[in-house]
T-cell receptor
Framework: NAGVTQTPKFRVLKTGQSMTLLCAQDMNHEYMYWYRQDPGMGLRLIHY???????AKGEVPDGYNVSRLKKQNFLLGLESAAPSQTSVYFCASRPGQGLSGANVLTFGAGSRLTVL | KNQVEQSPQSLIILEGKNCTLQCNYTVSPFSNLRWYKQDTGRGPVSLTI?????NTKSNGRYTATLDADTKQSSLHITASQLSDSASYIC?????????????FGKGTTLSVSS
């Protein structure tokens, strides 16, 4: 039972490079989220999706893009990485509204990104 | 503005001692409140959920309380163990919405020493 899997776990980029973080869940969850976690800031929502083919902006969306082409996958892209995007990124998912366990998030283990 | 404030920011206690973490929220309309535990280098894991009608709920050595009138919740850890060292995050759900309707606190970092 894998739950939420994030790849890669670690990555170092140079300023201006692009990359994609992959999040995969095997629980048939409708909702998926990308957060970043920085010291003293807590978890902040970047983008989220309430279903396949849908995405929406969260609290800190600038500099990031996302796609949800398949229900089980949620991709987070950085088109031109900046040092301010150095952070730990967490993906999370949960069932749709009204379903059992709808309010509990299942998180991935995190992806640590460093931008030089 | 919907906000969740946690205190203290960090806490150090000796193994075997008890401690209480606080969460104050200004979220409306309130749906429920959940406590997560985040071990170093891992993603948060749910400990317990509190709904509007619940005052106290226990999960092993963890006991959560909720006072909906004062908009406060606490997480009490009894007979602490080294494995309790982690960050504890309070998350409040906004009622009647979906998607972004989760307001996160910044967490309390607990260190249990032997």
């Amino acid at each position: 039972n894998a739950g939420v899997t994030q790849t890669p776990k670690f990555r170092v980029l140079k300023t201006g490079q692009s990359m994609t973080l992959l999040c995969a869940q095997d629980m048939n969850h409708e909702y998926m989220y990308w957060y970043r976690q920085d010291p003293g800031m807590g978890l902040r929502l970047i983008h989220y999706s309430v279903g396949e083919g849908t995405t929406a902006k969260g609290e800190v969306p600038d500099g990031y893009n996302v796609s949800r082409l398949k229900k089980q996958n949620f991709l987070l892209g950085l088109e031109s990485a900046a040092p301010s995007q150095t952070s730990v990124y967490f993906c999370a998912s949960r069932p749709g509204q009204g379903l059992s366990g709808a309010n509990v998030l299942t998180f991935g283990a995190g992806s640590r990104l460093t931008v030089l | 503005k919907n906000q969740v404030e946690q205190s203290p920011q960090s806490l150090i206690i000796l193994e075997g001692k008890n401690c209480t973490l606080q969460c104050n929220y200004t979220v409306s309309p309130f749906s429920n409140l959940r406590w997560y535990k985040q071990d170093t280098g891992r993603g948060p894991v749910s400990l317990t959920i509190m709904t509007f009608s619940e005052n106290t709920k226990s999960n092993g050595r963890y006991t959560a309380t909720l006072d909906a009138d004062t908009k406060q919740s606490s997480l009490h850890i009894t007979a602490s163990q080294l494995s309790d060292s982690a960050s504890y995050i309070c998350v409040v759900s906004v009622g009647g919405r979906s998607g972004t309707a989760l307001i996160f606190g910044k967490g309390t970092t607990l260190s249990v020493s032997s």
